[in-house]
């Protein structure tokens, strides 16, 4: 896929998106571990990756786990850089001190005490390795009891399905967490945590049964109103923007800007106070979803787009903060500019680098641009494993369109035939 990619950026002279196959912070993270050695171009997952298992402590339970992506993603990656996905799956790829680490801590997995096979899971879940994430915590050990094991190894099984399985993912692992916050034992702000996630999950229809939400939604609602000020503001800002999900649901606009608000301050709390490895990235978490919130409830187009712009500030590196941009700039129908945003996403490269080149070329068709839709057509065709709509996009256009783009489309299809 990558030399016939090459190929045809050099053809076609997509210079915009010439960046998609690079190899950057992200791609050096999910594959090797690392982040790159010039902060000028490291991106926020990285630090938030590396930091995270750099401080850890095998002998505590709770490891910090931010944005985990679906084995799509690494499997794109693994594709744009031509390596083997089940040797990133296996951890038979790439060298560095912590992949070294992670492989040796993995190979003596049965003789690691709980809370070490804890810490390894959920490096492994970070970078996107489920299966080796779930084979750590099938370790037998009927020896332990211990609640909060039992509480953080519940949750990474959920977060592990809930990527890997998505919507067919059954709500039984979220009960199984409930199950456990009710014997006690489990600490107020992982509790509230537990309760977010929850109610976050169930509004997007993945894995939690409605009565098990409900009690999520009441319980973590007691635990802010009765014991909130004992409660971390890292907790606290997750649980706010989790519960404006809701309200925005229900379409209340004015709810969920007040929700928004106290995320955002105690995410200011969070910062100010150094709390935790991930407080800085609590701001662009806030922006991610106000960007939504400006878009689907009240609709503002100045503020989204203003929000959107902000949080592609923060992350300058980042192609998903820029096609958070590009998403907005879609949704109010400013076509070429949202088009020329997500060429902007893909030549930052992974992640989502197919996603965005279709994205791109289907605001490039809004707008009435039909040669540079058909050219992303043709890219996304080479670039996904099941090429047939995008050709046929590219088919159904390049008719309509140039005759130069008419030979790049007979071409493509020469060479995937």
């Known amino acids: 896929m990558k030399t016939k ?12 998106i010439a960046g998609w196959n690079s190899w950057n912070s992200f791609t050096e993270t999910i594959l090797r571990f690392e982040a790159p050695p010039s902060n000028a171009n490291v991106v926020q ?8 298992f750099d401080a850890s402590d095998p002998s505590t339970y709770y490891y910090p786990i931010g944005q985990v992506f679906e084995p799509d993603v690494l499997r794109e990656v693994c594709e744009i850089q031509g390596i083997a996905f089940s040797d990133a799956l296996s951890l038979d790829y790439g060298s560095g001190p912590r ?18 096979r ?12 489920f299966e080796a994430a779930r084979q750590v915590l099938d ?31 059954s709500p039984h692992a979220m009960h199984e967490v409930r199950s456990i916050v009710e014997r006690g034992g489990v600490p107020i702000d992982r509790v509230l945590d537990a309760c977010g996630l929850a109610v976050v999950w169930y509004i997007k229809g993945v894995g939690v049964a409605k009565s098990d939400f409900a009690w999520f939604a009441r319980h973590g609602d007691r635990l802010i109103v009765e014991k909130g000020d004992r409660i971390p503001a890292l907790s606290r800002s997750a649980w706010f923007r989790g519960v404006a999900m809701l309200t925005a649901e229900l379409g209340d606009a004015r709810k969920t800007r007040e929700l928004m608000v106290r995320a955002s301050d105690a995410a200011n709390s969070a910062n100010s106070a150094g709390d935790g490895v991930f407080a800085e990235n609590l701001h662009k978490t806030y922006l991610e979803s106000s960007t939504k919130e400006f878009m689907y409830v009240s609709r503002d187009e100045e503020r989204a787009v203003a929000s959107a712009t902000e949080l592609t ?41 197919s996603h965005h080149v279709r994205r791109a070329a289907a605001q490039y068709e809004k707008a009435g641009m039909l040669g540079e839709a058909v050219d992303r057509h043709l890219l996304a065709a080479i670039m996904l494993p099941d090429p047939d709509s995008s050709l046929a996009a590219a088919e159904r256009l390049s008719t309509q369109s140039t005759s130069s783009a008419r030979r790049s489309f007979e071409r493509v299809v020469s060479s995937l035939s």
């Not at 997952?45 to 995270?52: I, Q, Y």
């Open 5 to 16: 990619a090459v190929e045809l950026i050099e053809e076609i002279g997509l210079d915009s």
């Open 45 to 52: 997952f990285s630090r938030d990756c590396t930091t995270a």
């Open 99 to 116: 992949i070294d680490e992670l492989r040796r801590r993995w190979s003596c997995r049965e003789d690691l005490a709980p809370t070490e």
């Open 118 to 129: 804890l810490v390894l899971a959920s490096a492994l879940v970070t970078l996107s390795r």
């Open 139 to 169: 370790v037998p050990d009927h020896s332990n009891t211990d609640t909060r094991y039992a509480f953080e190894s519940a949750l990474l099984r959920y977060i592990i399905g809930n990527r890997s399985e998505g919507r067919e993912l």
């Open 313 to 353: 500030e923060l992350d300058p590196h980042w192609s998903v903060s820029i096609g958070e941009l590009a998403d907005a700039l879609a949704f109010f129908g400013r076509a070429e500019e949202s088009a020329r945003t997500y060429d902007r996403a893909a030549d930052l490269g992974a992640p989502y680098v």
